[in-house]
């Protein structure tokens, strides 16, 4: 245990924004959603949406394709409870009014925050005041502002085309016809002449979003789509595999989505051609007392090789996220999605190493990518355009770095493992329990499905998200009860019942106590996509391996919360009682040179005993980047001889030594 204090919290990441309920509930406000339509005898109508569709098209003349793919590509066809969404939209139709759905978040006190984490550096001021403040900007974007123009247009109360969808729809019908209009093209026109009014509806603000935008309509309508919404709606879209924009339509719209020449000669933009995609760089400065920021200049892979993408949500506006960006004092990431048309902004080249998780092992092989949100609000929702332009960022990514697409390696800022058993409570918690994995990972081309039958050995968690609905209490004040929502995580108990207490995280809960419902606590919680070994089942109930302990989760076969799994797992050597985990794969003493600060590798408070198994996620051997000064010709790479696997120890990730471990099939 010699040598500097370690480098484990190194870039951590912003702790003034810490997920928090208080900010969440003063950035959004809830307005109440009118009564659904009813049928004759009493019931809800499951068919009174996709009526509303049929019905706005012919009131505006517009194509219902046309409608239901922007309604589609916006919301999904959900209401979200008359919720506004994370930009300020409404509705099936994302009709936007932002000066009354998003408020200031809370003054932030501000402080210090240690971005380095190696205690021997300055520590760098957090902004107090404003600049901490989720604002909006005096005047406000197209995009941010869409609703207000709807209720011109079609005279129908701002307040009901708020709450009530089927006036929503009929509001976005009219913004669709009136840009149809702008354009000098003849309402009625089929869906192929439809291109450039569409992308003027989804990228008000951004030539290059719009386009972006439009391309994903006319691909939502070729493929076509089919589902059952929040309110219990039946919407069908039919496909159309033949459609393709009118090449005039095209045409108008000038330069196509991404557009690299706008980046600065050394930060060449980083994203797939389909997406639109745009540069903030973030600043690499020196400033007093030899302290520099806001993230490492290196050369990966050539150096370090990238393992995993870690998803965040930015706890804020896109506005006041672009700021933080660019101060060098702050911390960084490599891209951050807007939330209303999935416009990208690349802060970061991927070969250089960003200060985003909280965990410097898991910067120096990741890449970062926030998403414009808030986890702790469970009806401030994520657009469909947010998760298509994020997967097809992922894919591009997973690419370029041969990072395998599955939860192991797409990893939520959630599952990132402290460093040491001091920095575990502060570990950040988003993107949340919210975020749609499945969804996410449909859209990546690699849906969770069953690999194995009973005897895997191990468990895929996937409940379905609409129907799982666990208690969380937090989202607005400390101890009340979340909206009741779908959720992409599973509760974990002591025994098989309902009623029995939580499962423990020692880590978490170090005096002891249960893990409790709260939205940030994670002490109890499996998600959407991780893999456990299975240590038992009992009727409805299935048990896996996590932290230490049996942990039990509701599993019945009607209704499955997971699917059957095998592969790799790893499990405690034959003559070891129980052996540590670490939060970081370093290299042994021996491997530092003379001049780098042997970093000693804590064992986290988890101890797995004799014949408890983890699924395996990656081998790799252990590595240390030394980069402390802002010369990068005082930079290196330790590489060791200690050779480390991944396994999914808890909600977040963990790592064991080889040495300590068997590695064998599952299933065997």
């Not at 996709?50 to 012919?58: L, P």
């Not at 197209?142 to 089927?166: M, Y």
């Not at 790893?570 to 794969?585: F, H, M, S, W």
Request: with cysteine; net charge neutral; hydrophobic share 35%.
């Amino acid at each position: 245990m010699q040598g500097s204090a370690p480098e484990d919290e190194k870039r951590v990441r912003r702790p003034a924004l810490r997920r928090s309920a208080t900010a969440v509930a003063a950035a959004v406000l809830l307005l109440p959603l009118s009564g659904a339509p009813s049928a004759e005898a009493g019931q809800p109508r499951t068919d009174a949406l996709q009526q509303a569709f049929t019905d706005a098209a012919a009131r505006f003349h517009v194509p219902r394709s046309v409608l239901l793919g922007v309604s589609y590509l916006e919301s999904r066809w959900d209401g979200h409870g008359g919720a506004p969404s994370v930009s300020g939209g409404y509705g099936p139709m994302h009709l936007t009014d932002a000066r009354t759905a998003l408020t200031r978040t809370p003054e932030f006190s501000g402080g210090t925050e240690d971005a380095r984490g190696d205690g021997a550096r300055a520590r760098k001021r957090v902004p107090a005041g404003p600049a901490q403040r989720a604002a909006l900007p005096a005047e406000l974007p197209a995009r941010l502002r869409t609703l207000p123009t709807a209720a011109r247009l079609t005279g129908i109360p701002v307040e009901k085309l708020r709450s009530d969808p089927a006036a929503n729809v009929l509001g976005g019908a009219a913004l669709l016809a009136a840009e149809q209009r702008k354009l000098g093209t003849a309402a009625g026109a089929g869906p192929a002449r439809w291109y450039a009014a569409v992308a003027r509806y989804g990228g008000q603000d951004s030539a290059r979003s719009g386009k972006a935008f439009a391309d994903e309509v006319f691909a939502v309508m070729r493929q076509g789509q089919a589902r059952t919404t929040d309110a219990g709606q039946r919407v069908t879209l039919a496909a159309a595999p033949g459609l393709a924009p009118d090449p005039a339509q095209q045409k108008r719209l000038g330069a196509p989505a991404t557009k690299a020449s706008a980046a600065p000669a050394d930060h060449r933009l980083e994203c797939p051609w389909n997406v639109a995609c745009e540069s903030v760089p973030a600043p690499y400065e020196e400033f007093g007392d030899g302290d520099y920021g806001n993230h490492d200049k290196a050369d990966r892979p050539a150096d370090q090789r990238v393992r995993a993408i870690v998803i965040h949500d930015t706890e804020g506006s896109w506005e006041t996220t672009l700021k933080l960006i660019k101060d060098p004092a702050y911390v960084s990431w490599n891209y951050t999605i807007r939330s209303s048309d999935g416009l990208i902004a690349q802060h970061v080249p991927t070969k250089d190493v960003a200060w985003h998780a909280g965990n410097w092992y898991i910067n120096s092989h990741s890449v970062g990518i926030e998403h414009e949100g808030f986890l702790a609000a469970p009806d401030a929702w994520y657009t469909e355009a947010m998760y298509r332009a994020s997967a097809r960022l992922v894919k591009y990514l997973s690419r370029k770095y041969d990072v395998p697409l599955d939860r192991q390696h797409i990893l939520g800022h959630d599952n990132v493992p402290a460093t040491t058993t001091a920095t575990i409570p502060g570990m950040h918690t988003d993107p949340g329990p919210y975020w749609d994995w499945a969804h996410y990972f449909t859209l990546l081309g690699k849906p969770f499905k069953a690999t194995a039958g009973p005897r895997g050995g191990l468990v895929t968690i996937r409940p379905d998200y609409d129907e799982n609905q666990p208690l969380y209490t937090g989202c607005t004040k400390a101890g009340d009860p979340c909206a009741p929502h779908g959720s992409t995580a599973v509760r974990l108990h002591s025994a098989p019942d309902e009623d029995a207490p939580l499962v423990k995280d020692v880590g978490l809960h170090p005096n002891g106590s249960d893990s409790t419902t709260g939205v940030n606590d994670t002490g109890a919680r499996a998600t959407t996509g991780q893999r456990f070994a299975v240590a038992g089942r009992s009727g409805d109930w299935t048990a896996i391996w996590y932290l230490g302990q049996k942990a039990w989760f509701h599993n019945p076969k009607d209704e499955p919360a997971a699917v059957h799994a095998n592969g790799l797992i790893a499990t405690p050597k034959a003559d070891r009682q129980e052996i540590p985990v670490y939060g970081r794969a370093y290299p042994e003493k021996e491997a530092y040179p003379a001049g780098v600060p042997y970093q000693s590798v804590s064992p986290l408070p988890y101890k797995l005993a004799a014949g408890q198994m983890y699924a395996v996620g990656g081998r790799m051997r252990g590595d240390y980047f030394y980069s402390p000064t802002f010369d990068v010709s005082k930079h290196t790479v330790v590489r060791g001889k200690d050779v480390y696997y991944e396994i999914q120890l808890g909600h977040r990730v963990g790592y064991v030594r080889a040495a300590d471990v068997e590695v064998r099939r599952s299933d065997a």
